[in-house]
């Protein structure tokens, strides 16, 4: 059981390039969030899904992009890349009947660092 | 707007040393808090969860409590393999998908 599985595990760009983040999930979750983790801030909320077809901004959406065409997947998008944008990216996720107990699963996260 | 505050920042202790880590939360209307564990380089690992205040939940050496303003993890004799950082967080009953307001968390080290 892979669990969330995140790719690519780490990346380098250069300002003003693109990419995109994939997150995968095989427990057949509702919920799908992405979060960006920066030392001393905790883990923010970035966007965030409840199911498929539909996204949603969270605590700091600027500057990404996010889709969820497939139920198992959340793809999040950096269309121009800034070094505000360097950070750890997590993506989780929560089975609907879960929503009371708060216990995501997350990924082991994307590192990102743009030049 | 949803705070959360966990202290201290880090925390060394040695094998055998019990002590206790912090958060302290405002929140509107607290859902639940939740305790996550994270190791280095890895996602955050489910704890805990507690509803109300005077609750109590173990696991191991670890043991959770919550009062109306603050909870604490208190851990009792901790062995090496304890060391990570521990992640406090909040929901509230209001809005959507339940989403959580996370603390910048206590990095502990357990030295042998």
């Known amino acids: 059981n892979a669990g969330v599985t995140q790719t690519p595990k780490f990346r380098v760009l250069k300002t003003g390039q693109s990419m995109t983040l994939l997150c995968a999930q095989d427990?057949?979750?509702?919920?799908m969030y992405w979060y960006r983790q920066d030392p001393g801030m905790g883990l923010r909320l970035i966007h965030y899904s409840v199911g498929e077809g539909t996204t949603a901004k969270g605590e700091v959406p600027d500057g990404y992009n996010v889709s969820r065409l497939k139920k198992q997947n959340f793809l999040l998008g950096l269309e121009s890349a800034a070094p505000s944008q360097t950070s750890v990216y997590f993506c989780a996720s929560k089975a609907a009947g879960t929503a009371i107990t708060g216990e995501l699963f997350f990924g082991e996260g994307s590192r990102l660092t743009v030049l | 707007e949803d705070q959360v505050t966990q202290s201290p920042e880090a925390l060394r202790l040695q094998e055998g040393e019990s002590s206790s880590l912090n958060c302290s939360y405002t929140v509107s209307g607290l859902r639940g808090l939740f305790w996550y564990r994270q190791d280095p380089g890895k996602g955050p690992e489910f704890l805990f969860t507690?509803?109300?205040a005077g609750e109590e939940k173990e696991k191991e050496r670890l043991k959770a409590t919550l009062t109306k303003k603050e909870s604490f993890l208190h851990i009792t004799a901790p062995k090496p393999e304890d060391s990570a950082t521990y992640l406090c967080?909040?929901?509230?009953?209001?809005?959507?998908?339940?989403?959580?307001?996370f603390g910048s968390g206590t990095q502990l080290t357990v030295l042998p």
């Open positions: 427990m057949n979750h509702e919920y």
């Open positions: 507690l509803y109300s």
């Open positions: 967080a909040v929901q509230r009953f209001s809005g959507s998908a339940r989403q959580l307001t």
